[in-house]
């Protein structure tokens, strides 16, 4: 069963700004470590920033010091604010909990376009 609902994506030109959010279950926002993955065409997915329940986040080399993580507890909500896209950000964005999704399935993504 899906416990995350991520939106926020859109179409962006080269070194704009998006901020991603995804409302997570009470379940696994109180208790797990949440993390923002993302998978582009023909890759593999993967974890580019993760946030403890304390706050403690870390970040994936490719996306250091232009993506923050942040997670509102009283609204059970996990945002990614990004800043100086790339056209290689361009990817499905997914919210799980991290390091390493064990929940079975994932929510429906929301796609993140970087183009001029």
């Known amino acids: 069963q899906v416990q995350v609902v991520e939106s926020g994506g859109g179409l962006v030109q080269p070194g704009g700004s998006l901020r991603l959010s995804c409302a997570a279950s009470?379940?696994?926002?109180?208790?797990?470590?949440m993390g923002w993955y993302r998978q582009a065409p023909g890759k593999q997915r993967e974890l580019v920033a993760s946030i403890q329940t304390g706050g403690r986040a870390n970040y994936a080399d490719s996306v250091k010091g232009r993506f923050t993580i942040s997670r509102d507890n009283a609204k059970l909500t996990v945002y990614l604010q990004m800043n100086s896209l790339k056209p290689e950000d361009t990817a499905v964005y997914y919210c799980s909990v991290a390091p390493v999704n064990f929940l079975g399935s994932w929510g429906q993504g929301t796609q993140v376009t970087v183009s001029s």
């Open positions: 009470r379940s696994i926002f109180s208790i797990y470590t």
